[in-house]
């Protein structure tokens, strides 16, 4: 065991120093504490077949987010009790109380149907002001219209503002690198509201990125096949790498929360890790990985695509081995500042992915921008405000700074836009209990 641990240190030191201390740190002793894995892997039985489910590793909140990274990388992993320390947390009834802060704005409205190929199966969409989205299909419980709400056209941060001051960047996912070689996407976090049995079926993230999802409220039970999988028993032909839909030889797509396993044989062999994400915690969905979210309570959630310096080399070969689905082949060369070579890369040779993480792993992006070395020190990570994550020095100018960066974006097209830009503007205004100062 000394030896192979020795053999893969030397094998890696050409990886130069920062990759060096990374590996050091895999080897070390875990200091978190894994929790014990919620979900009984004897259920799952459909039509006399049985289901692979896989519980999803659950991990306390002490979790250094190197680890997190680098040793569960390609798996789905639930960080519990990671928001207990937000503002939001500690409100009576989140999700009305999201309603009250978020009354005036916009925000996208949708229904499940299993028959459409759009992007989770949501259709039918509509604009609604979130106060009357909340009271018609929140708080009416007997409204049996299952309508899901997601900040998809406007993003939490033009759409409502004020939530920041109680809503914050979760430590973990405080240093990412800079996606798509922009500081952040002012599109993001989205948030995701609905009544319980709404859903997202099984969908893939804009160029296969990972993400990180906090719920607030109420509990979403996740399904998620990891990219590996998917690879091996579907392949880059069957929509898993484009839509998210992955479809049967009959043209049917594979509803994850009620798998037809006649059309859809090899999921016998496929790990479905499965989980519940409860108020509080934080869950961390690897590059390329499918996923579907039922809510099995009413929830709220917000949640955003990032990618972290110790993913560096995970992402590179998701991205390849897809045969660069979902634009991501731009997604590694502006991530990396356009320091590395992506048109060698080759799915069929490894060699080729290895050469462009070692230099990806060197590149001012991944050391300076992305933080790397505090990865390994272990140190600085804290919840976080949007404006400190997007290098602002206040709230009030990156909420002005958003709200215009719309207009130039053009967002305006939707009808509601101007009304919306105009709220925005007034929550700029709105300073929250603690003024938007950081935490300490
Ligand atoms: O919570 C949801 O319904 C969907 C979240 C999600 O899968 C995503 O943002 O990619």
């Known amino acids: 065991m000394a030896k192979k641990v020795r053999e893969r240190m030397v094998s890696y030191a050409t990886y130069g120093v920062v990759l060096c201390l ?8 875990r200091t978190y504490v894994m929790l014990s894995r919620s979900f009984d892997a004897d259920e799952g039985t459909m039509n ?9 590793t659950e991990v306390a909140s002490d979790v250094s987010p190197l680890d997190l990274f680098l040793r569960h990388a390609k798996e789905p992993v639930i960080v519990k009790g990671a928001l207990h320390g937000q503002p939001l947390m500690r409100a009576d009834n989140v999700v009305e109380y999201v309603a009250q802060v978020c009354r005036d704005s916009y925000i996208d409205t949708v229904v499940y149907s299993k028959e459409v190929s759009s992007w989770a199966g949501h259709t039918d969409e509509k604009l609604m002001r979130i106060k009357d989205y909340y009271a018609s299909y929140v708080k009416n419980s007997s409204n049996e219209e299952l309508r899901y709400a997601t900040s998809a056209t406007f993003g939490m941060p033009f759409m409502c503002p004020a939530l920041q001051h109680d809503m914050l960047v979760p430590g973990l996912a405080s240093k990412p690198l800079p996606t798509g070689g922009a500081f952040r996407n002012y599109a993001q976090p989205t948030i995701f509201m609905g009544p319980a049995w709404s859903r997202s079926e099984l969908h893939i993230d804009m160029m296969l990125m990972p993400f990180w999802l906090g719920v607030y409220a109420g509990t979403k039970r996740f399904r998620v096949i990891a990219f590996e999988d998917n690879l ?3 392949g880059v032909d069957r929509g898993g790498f484009g839509s998210g839909r992955i479809l049967s030889p009959s043209g049917k797509a594979l509803e994850i929360f009620d798998p037809d396993v006649q059309e859809f044989p090899e999921l016998q062999d496929v790990r479905i890790y499965e989980g519940e994400v409860k108020a509080g915690d934080v869950i961390y969905v690897p590059s390329g990985a499918l996923h579907g979210i039922l809510n099995t309570e009413a ?22 081995k897809s045969h660069f689905a979902r634009r991501c082949k731009r997604m590694l060369k502006d991530t990396y500042l356009g320091a590395c070579e992506v048109d060698g890369l080759n799915p069929f040779d490894d060699s080729t992915i290895e050469e462009f ?3 990806a792993l060197h590149s001012k992006a991944n050391i300076e921008l992305g933080q790397a070395r505090s990865y390994v020190d272990k140190k600085g990570f804290r919840d976080i405000f949007l404006w400190e994550l997007f290098r602002f020095t206040s709230y009030e100018d990156f909420c002005l700074a958003v709200c215009s960066k719309y207009l130039e974006l053009d967002y305006t097209k939707s009808k509601q836009g101007p009304e919306q830009e105009a709220v925005c503007k007034r929550q ?6 603690r003024n938007g100062k950081p935490s300490t």
Not at 48 to 56: C, E, S
């Open 357 to 359: 993480t070692k230099c």
């Open 232 to 234: 091996e028993h579907f």
């Open 428 to 433: 700029c205004k709105v300073l929250g209990s």
């Open 22 to 29: 990374v590996l050091k740190s895999i080897f070390s002793l």
């Open 48 to 56: 006399g077949l049985k289901l692979n489910l896989v519980p999803i």
């Open 299 to 320: 929830t709220f959630a917000a949640t955003s695509n990032s990618l972290w310096p110790p993913l560096t080399s995970h992402y590179a070969e998701v991205c390849t």
